[in-house]
């Protein structure tokens, strides 16, 4: 990627000269990114420690505006002075590494040129042009051909270099709520192309909505921070209840099922006893990603404390199947975890720890309750009547809960 913007560029700078306002253009957008940096450096160091996955880089908004006005050449140098600023008033003081910069850097001059090939396919459209549908589908066309790139280039980068289990969609390219961010940052870009180009003196107004962008974002992943479990990952106790009470209601709603597994690591004290706490929250945090990658991406799952997990699993279709595909996922899981090893750091050296085992409870809805404190009740019910039986087993409400329904026939 490196190789390619660098050699694009020095080819784009062989290929002829530029003019007065290029030149100035090229100074104004690479003054007001810098700007730009610095009135927000506060709350972007926040937000890149906070986030766990891609999100759109709002300097997009000055790097943008350049592929729509500058030549490719000069669209290079706004990038590369921009980023170079970011590297030593932002990225370094979070120790991001200097290389994934440098790619960063690469992936943003290539998507220039992706929106700048769109312009130049369409004949080239200048924001004073701006006055029909054909000028505006253009421009929408180069914005989605900057976003592509730029976002597909970092996906790829993350998809190859990340270990197993293999990252989710969400991690790979971002959540929806980041791509929404990243169209609309690149729509402001649009918007200061076209100030630049008609009154230089508008564009500073870009500034405003651009502030309000970085604390909308920063104050979205503080709550998703707040709702997420540190050790695991996962949404912790009191974020997975409000959401899967949100679920039930929306599957009463339209009539459909649900079901829950609770999970509980089996002799998990030992671990602890044995290998020290920190060795116990690496187990915590493999098993967490196990029981990721074993459901489905829209399954919600949580740590309900200690070792124990939770899952909840909307649409699994009617009864009989319901039952029948519950008991298969959490037999899965089940079978997953007793097969795992996971290696952790001790003060002694690296030690693998096998032999897991996590007894499973599940419980239907509307079968076993109509609300989400009767299921789990049920399901937690089902989890003691596995360990009851010998740990490392799998017991789904109905089978628990048959011998009750029976008592006052044979009395």
Not at 120 to 144: D, H, K
Not at 353 to 372: E, K, Q, R
Request: aromatic share 6%; proline share 5%; net charge neutral.
């Amino acid at each position: 990627m490196e190789l390619t913007a660098l050699g694009l560029f020095l080819l784009d700078v062989s290929r002829g000269s530029f003019t007065q306002s290029a030149l100035f253009g090229t100074l104004m957008l690479s003054v007001l990114g810098v700007v730009h940096t610095e009135i927000a450096i506060g709350l972007e160091r926040l937000r890149r420690q906070v986030a766990d996955t891609p999100h759109g880089d709002l300097s997009s908004v000055w790097t943008f505006a350049a592929a729509v006005l500058l030549p490719p050449a000069l669209a290079t140098v706004v990038v590369l002075v921009i980023f170079t600023h970011q590297w030593f008033r932002v990225w370094r003081s979070i120790q991001v590494p200097a290389y994934r910069h440098t790619f960063s850097t690469a992936t943003v001059v290539l998507a220039c040129h992706a929106a700048a090939a769109v312009l130049g396919y369409a004949g080239g459209v200048s924001p004073l042009e701006l006055e029909g549908p054909r000028e505006l589908l253009t421009v929408g066309l180069a914005i989605l051909a900057y976003a592509t790139v730029n976002t597909g280039l970092v996906a790829a980068a993350i998809a190859l270099s990340a270990p197993l289990p293999r990252p989710s969609p969400a991690q790979l390219i971002g959540h929806w709520d980041d791509n929404m961010l990243e169209l609309a940052t690149l729509c402001l870009g649009g918007l200061a192309a076209f100030a630049l180009a008609s009154n230089p003196w508008l564009v500073p107004l870009v500034m405003a909505p651009l502030l309000v962008l970085h604390r909308a974002v920063l104050v979205r992943q503080l709550e998703e921070v707040a709702s997420t479990d540190s050790k695991t990952g996962l949404l912790n106790a009191a974020a997975w209840q409000s959401r899967a009470s949100k679920e039930l209601r929306r599957a009463q709603r339209g009539r459909t099922n649900a079901a829950v597994l609770i999970l509980d690591l089996d002799h998990f004290k030992s671990v602890n006893d044995d290998h020290g706490h920190l060795a116990g929250d690496e187990v915590l945090s493999a098993v967490a990603s196990a029981l990721r990658t074993e459901v489905r991406e829209h399954d919600l799952v949580g740590r309900f404390g200690g070792e124990e997990f939770v899952v909840l699993l909307p649409e699994l279709g009617r009864e009989p199947e319901s039952t029948a595909e519950l008991h298969a996922i959490a037999e899965r899981i089940r079978h997953r975890i007793s097969t795992m090893s996971v290696v952790v750091s001790t003060p002694t050296g690296s030690l693998t720890i096998a032999g897991l085992s996590v007894s499973v409870g599940g419980a239907a809805f509307p079968d076993h309750g109509t609300g989400l404190d009767h299921v789990l009740e049920a399901a937690d019910t089902a989890l003691y009547a596995a360990k009851r039986d010998g740990r490392n087993a799998v017991r789904i409400a109905a089978a628990v809960a048959m011998p009750r329904q029976h008592a006052p026939g044979r009395r």
